[in-house]
């Protein structure tokens, strides 16, 4: 009796665990299902479109370390993974129709921003980023980050997508950390909402640009231009990971025996990018481990694994020094930088009138003669 009565409780369990794994798969949303095979689809044509990729010797799955993020505004949680988690997660606020209003944009700017960098993002609204104020051209700029834990900031981030339509924040917590997460997601959403821009130019918020040349030199160069990068370039085996205590210090088990890191990437800080490789990215970011420093692995790693990226170096037409950038502007001979960092108050709006004045003669083409 002893005997049946385990194999009775056995089966019985047996039973009730089919019974539950059935009824997850009837309640189981016919959008989720169909989410997840959209992301087998796209591995499986990623796999077979895989020819320019190289054998980095990038760790596996099992040798990263599992990224956790849990939303502290919803009661979703999101589950440990080794790939980025804006792959396929919802958009907390999105504006989809940035882009929709013209079949053939130039150019989009992608803004890394914080949640409560609200002066930042107005300072590059009523200047370089004035969309408004531009003819002859035509761009969008849209404005990226994550979670915030601070309910009064949310109210003011939901506000000001009402007012504006050019933010979009997605299901990870907005911290460095989390930078990669950002990058992909903004590679999503391209691929999804802006796939009619000509190039791509990707800016952090504290980042001063002078659109007029940007018009006059490089927009003529992207036009017809095909998987290329130019930026602040760290050449292959250049630039040392660090493996002691430091902002950016890098887990042992990640790119394991390597001193360098084994591909070119660029300070992320301002990215030129033809349009024709962002879809590509994206779905390279299927197959990539996480990785969080985000300047290796959305314009290192990632162009390295669709291959055949060609990088320009500009660095000579960048400054990260706001003292240096100012002077360029308000000096008697024209600016040679493409963009300059702008932290400062007032300097954003600074720049602008100085570059105004300073690039008189191409900026009339473009802006109305009132701002000259």
């Known amino acids: 009796m002893a005997v049946f009565g385990r194999r009775l409780a056995l089966f019985l369990g047996g039973l009730i665990t089919a019974l539950v794994m059935i009824d997850q798969f009837i309640s189981t949303p016919v959008s989720e299902m169909s989410r997840l095979q959209n992301l087998m689809n796209e591995r499986q044509v990623y796999n077979e479109d895989a020819k320019n990729s190289r054998n980095l010797n990038i760790k596996t799955i099992e040798e990263i370390q599992p990224t956790t993020v849990a939303s502290t505004l919803t009661t979703r949680h999101v589950k440990r993974t080794s790939y980025p988690l804006t792959l396929m997660s919802a958009y907390l606020i999105n504006n989809p129709s940035i882009c929709k209003s013209d079949s053939n944009l130039n150019f989009l700017f992608i803004v890394h921003t914080s949640t409560d960098h609200f002066k930042r993002r107005r ?4 200047t370089w980023g004035n969309t408004n104020i531009f003819r002859n051209i035509s761009f969008r700029v849209a404005f990226f980050f994550g979670l915030t834990s601070d309910k009064k900031i949310q109210i003011m981030l939901e506000n000001e997508s009402t007012v504006y339509g ?9 911290s460095y950390r989390n930078l990669t997460h950002k990058g ?14 000509e190039m791509v130019v990707k800016v952090d918020d ?8 940007l018009l006059e030199y490089y927009l003529p160069l992207y036009q017809k231009a095909s998987r290329k990068i130019m930026c602040h370039l760290r050449p292959k085996g250049t630039s040392p990971i660090m493996r002691e205590k430091s902002k950016w210090k890098v887990h042992a088990n990640q790119f394991k025996n390597m001193t360098h890191y084994p591909v070119p990437y660029c300070n ?4 030129l990018i033809s349009a024709d490789i962002i879809r590509p990215m994206y779905k390279a970011s299927y197959l990539t481990p996480f990785f969080w420093v985000d300047d290796v692995y959305l314009y290192g790693l990632l162009p390295a694994k669709i291959g ?3 990088f320009t170096s500009i660095t000579a037409n960048l400054t990260l020094h706001q003292e240096t950038g100012m002077k360029c502007y308000t000096g008697n001979t024209t600016c040679k930088y493409l963009a300059s960092y702008a932290e400062k108050q007032g300097y954003m709006e600074s720049m602008w009138f100085a570059a105004l ?8 083409n473009f ?5 000259l």
């Not at 959403?189 to 821009?197: G, L």
């Not at 004045?357 to 009339?364: E, F, L, V």
């Not at 802006?367 to 701002?371: G, I, R, T």
């Open 123 to 126: 300072a590059i609204r009523e």
């Open 206 to 213: 504290d980042m001063f640009v002078n659109v007029f040349n």
């Open 166 to 174: 050019d933010i979009i924040q997605g299901q990870f917590i907005d």
């Open 308 to 310: 055949k990226v060609e």
């Open 184 to 197: 992909v997601l903004t590679y999503r959403w391209i691929s999804e909402f802006c796939s009619n821009v």
């Open 357 to 364: 004045k300073m690039y008189r003669t191409i900026a009339k």
């Open 367 to 371: 802006v109305s003669q009132e701002l």
């Open 268 to 271: 992320g800080y301002f990215v």
